[in-house]
C-alpha cells in the first residue's frame, strides 16, 4: 500500500474530527434547527447530513484533485474507477429521536475495494481509522491520540446486531427466528452496528440485499477487516464497493472469524435465501 494512502488518511482523520464537531453543534440544537425533510418513508434528512456534505465537497477537491464524490446527499460518477464514498450521516432517524447511534463515514474506493476509511461516533466521542493492509486505529475524536485496534471474541455464545426497524420487518423476524443465535441487539446506524461489534456488544451483523448504498458500508466495511473481522456477501463472496447510487444487490455479513461458517452455512439454505429476497418496509 503506497505511503501515499497514509498521507491520504492523515487528512480525512483532521475532516472527520471537523465533521464530528458540526454534527455534534446540530446535535445540541432544537429539533427545529434540524430542518428534517423526508426523502421516502422512515427516511429523513436533516440541515446536518446537508451541511456535512458540503463540507466534505469542498476540502475533498484539495486532498486529492479529479477524485469524484459518491454521497447520500449528491454525485454520481457511475463506473468510476477510484472515488470518495461518502455517508455525512449514517443513521439520520436515530439522530433526529437523539439515540446516539449515529455516525459520520468517509472513504476512498479503488476499484471495488476501499483502502482508506475514517468512521467517527462523535455521540460516545470515538473514531476509528484504517488503511487496507496496515490495521486499524481508534481513539477519543476529542483527543489527537490514536493506537493500534483489533477487535476481540468475547467469551459468550453469539449475539446478532439487528437493525431499529426489526420490529416492522416480517421476513427479518422470521430469519431471526431461524438463526442458531439465541441472543440480539437492535441499533441504528450500519456505522454504529459494526462498532458495536468491534466494540464486543455483538458478534453478527447482516443486511440482506437491496437495504443498503454504497456509502452505507465502504468505510465501515474497511474498518471492520482491519480489526480483524470477517465480511463477506451473503453468498460468501468478497463484497465490492459500487460506484453508483443504486441498492447494493447482494446481502452483507459482518461477524468474528470464529462465527464465520455457521452463518455462510445458515445463509446458504434455500429456505433462508427465500427470506432475505423478500422485501419488506423499511
Not at 146 to 175: A, M, N
Request: aromatic share 6%.
Amino acid at each position: 500500500m503506497p505511503k501515499f494512502d497514509i498521507h491520504v488518511l492523515s487528512q480525512i482523520t483532521d475532516l472527520g474530527r471537523e465533521a464530528s464537531q458540526l454534527l455534534v453543534d446540530f446535535c445540541r440544537a432544537s429539533l427545529g434547527d434540524l430542518g428534517v425533510c423526508w426523502k421516502g418513508e422512515n427516511d429523513p434528512v436533516t440541515e446536518a447530513d446537508k451541511a456535512v456534505h458540503e463540507l466534505c465537497a469542498k476540502r475533498l477537491p484539495s486532498i486529492l484533485e479529479g477524485v469524484p464524490l459518491v454521497s447520500e446527499e449528491g454525485g454520481v460518477p457511475e463506473g468510476a474507477d477510484e472515488f470518495w464514498s461518502l455517508d455525512p450521516l449514517d443513521g439520520t432517524s436515530e439522530f433526529v429521536d437523539r439515540l446516539g447511534e449515529w455516525a459520520f463515514q468517509l472513504a476512498l474506493v479503488r476499484n471495488g475495494k476501499p483502502v482508506v476509511a475514517v468512521v467517527t461516533l462523535p455521540a460516545v466521542d470515538m473514531m476509528y481509522v484504517a488503511v487496507a493492509g496496515l490495521g486499524c486505529q481508534s481513539g477519543r475524536i476529542s483527543s489527537d491520540e490514536l493506537s493500534i485496534f483489533e477487535s476481540f471474541t468475547p467469551l459468550r455464545k453469539e449475539r446478532l446486531v439487528l437493525t431499529r426497524s426489526f420490529p416492522r420487518r416480517t421476513s427479518l423476524q422470521q430469519i431471526v427466528q431461524s438463526h442458531p443465535s439465541t441472543e440480539a441487539i437492535l441499533l441504528g446506524g450500519v456505522g454504529y452496528k459494526v462498532h458495536a461489534v468491534l466494540a464486543g456488544e455483538g458478534d453478527t451483523y447482516f443486511a440482506v440485499p437491496r437495504t443498503l448504498h454504497p456509502w452505507d458500508l465502504a468505510a465501515p466495511l474497511l474498518v471492520a477487516t482491519e480489526s480483524g473481522l470477517v465480511c463477506r456477501t451473503l453468498a460468501g463472496e468478497e463484497p465490492i464497493g459500487p460506484s453508483g447510487r443504486e441498492p447494493i444487490p447482494t446481502g452483507i455479513l459482518v461477524t468474528r472469524p470464529l462465527w464465520l461458517d455457521r452463518n455462510l452455512e445458515f445463509f446458504a439454505r434455500p429456505d433462508i435465501v427465500a427470506m432475505t429476497e423478500t422485501v419488506d418496509p423499511r
